[in-house]
């Protein structure tokens, strides 16, 4: 199947600064992109639909102003945790989809990146 | 709303045991249903969807069946392998959604011995 890669797959950083994550889509073109955090033994939760081109679609209680989403290209979404604080430790997830004609419509996830802040 | 409630884990099995991992859904609609699987370091994998009732998913010797009189979506294999050790995840797409906006169930461990 296709490929979606997370980078970093795990940071660690101070209180007060901010992280930024990448998703690329390594072997389809993807013009929506999909952010989740998972907190331990809990569920995936939808923070954010990232449009190409176009602001992110954020989900009721998140923040959009401590978490930017940046969907540039149609290969690459970037998360962007701003003075992150230790609550913000967690499990970061994204997914693309597959949109574009000839594609499947099927969402491939990233390896998830894991964010913690001291 | 849209929810998903798994069975909580870790279910734990001897190789060539029956599987069953239990996934029931709430939605308004005829939402699209998913399994996913996450092998230990690696990213959340399709397994198997259903898009309307009564649709059979299967792929890998898993299978779930869309069952919309109970709502639910339970993954089954007839025998397990050591290397089906992961995290399962049900999941549900909204009416509107498609493959967007997917709703997913706290995850079930399955861990397989020899």
């Known amino acids: 199947g296709a490929v979606v890669s997370q980078h970093p797959s795990w940071v660690i950083c101070k209180s007060g600064t901010s992280v930024k994550i990448e998703c690329r889509s390594l072997d389809f073109q993807a013009t929506t992109m999909f952010w989740y955090r998972q907190f331990p033994k809990q569920s995936l939760m939808l923070m954010a639909t990232?449009?190409?081109?176009?602001?992110?679609?954020?989900e009721q209680g998140v923040e959009k102003d401590k978490f930017l989403i940046n969907h540039a290209s149609l290969t690459l979404s970037t998360l962007t945790v701003t003075s992150a604080h230790p609550e913000d430790s967690s499990f970061y997830i994204c997914?693309?989809?597959?949109?574009?004609?000839?594609?499947?419509?099927?969402?491939?996830f990233g390896e998830g990146s894991r964010l913690t802040v001291l | 709303g849209n929810s998903v409630t798994q069975m909580e884990g870790p279910v734990t099995l001897s190789e060539e045991a029956f599987l069953t991992i239990n996934c029931t859904y709430t939605?308004?609609?005829?939402?699209?249903l998913f399994w996913y699987v996450q092998y230990p370091g690696e990213g959340l994998q399709l397994l198997l969807k259903a898009t309307k009732a009564d649709d059979k998913g299967s792929n890998k010797g898993f299978e779930a069946t869309y069952r919309k009189e109970t709502t639910s979506f339970h993954l089954e294999k007839g025998s397990v392998q050591v290397s089906d050790s992961a995290v399962y995840f049900c999941?549900?797409?909204?009416?509107?959604?498609?493959?967007?906006?997917?709703?997913f169930g706290a995850g079930t461990r399955l861990a397989v011995h020899p």
């Open positions: 999941a549900l797409s909204p009416v509107s959604g498609g493959y967007n906006k997917l709703i």
């Open positions: 939605a308004t609609g005829y939402p699209s």
């Open positions: 990232s449009n190409e081109g176009s602001k992110a679609t954020y």
């Open positions: 997914s693309a989809r597959d949109g574009l004609a000839g594609g499947t419509g099927e969402l491939f």
